[in-house]
Nanobody
Framework: QVHLVESGGGLVQAGGSLRLSCVASGRTIRNVRMGWFRQAPGKDREAVATISRSGIGTVYADSVKGRFTISRDNAKNTLYLQMNSLKPEDTAVYYC???????????WGQGTQVTVSS
């Protein structure tokens, strides 16, 4: 029902910054809860940040608080993740996700690789 495409990943040195984008197509993401997850090799997929349907509420993993910022631009049908002060432990594939109807994450992008070197 909705197609999500992430972009903006890459290779950066520790302390650097990246901005990830997730463009949704197929329907508007207005009034849709959105989020970013990540998965590192050998680890489970974990929630990084989520944003409420209203855009007012945000939730961050403790490991990224103060460094990452999730935001949305409904006019562009796009979700963003600004990542500052990156650490090697942030290295992972980052996935965009959407909850169309409630709690469950119904749709996922294919992911974008973020690699942070020491």
């Amino acid at each position: 029902q909705v197609h999500l495409v992430e972009s903006g990943g890459g290779l950066v040195q520790a302390g650097g910054s990246l901005r990830l984008s997730c463009v949704a197509s197929g329907r508007t993401i207005r009034n849709v809860r959105m989020g970013w997850f990540r998965q590192a090799p050998g680890k489970d997929r974990e929630a990084v940040a989520t944003i409420s349907r209203s855009g007012i509420g945000t939730v961050y993993a403790d490991s990224v608080k103060g460094r990452f910022t999730i935001s949305r631009d409904n006019a562009k049908n796009t979700l963003y993740l600004q990542m500052n002060s990156l650490k090697p432990e942030d290295t992972a594939v980052y996935y965009c996700t959407a909850a169309m109807y409630g709690t469950n994450w119904d749709y996922w992008g294919q992911g974008t690789q973020v690699t942070v070197s020491s």
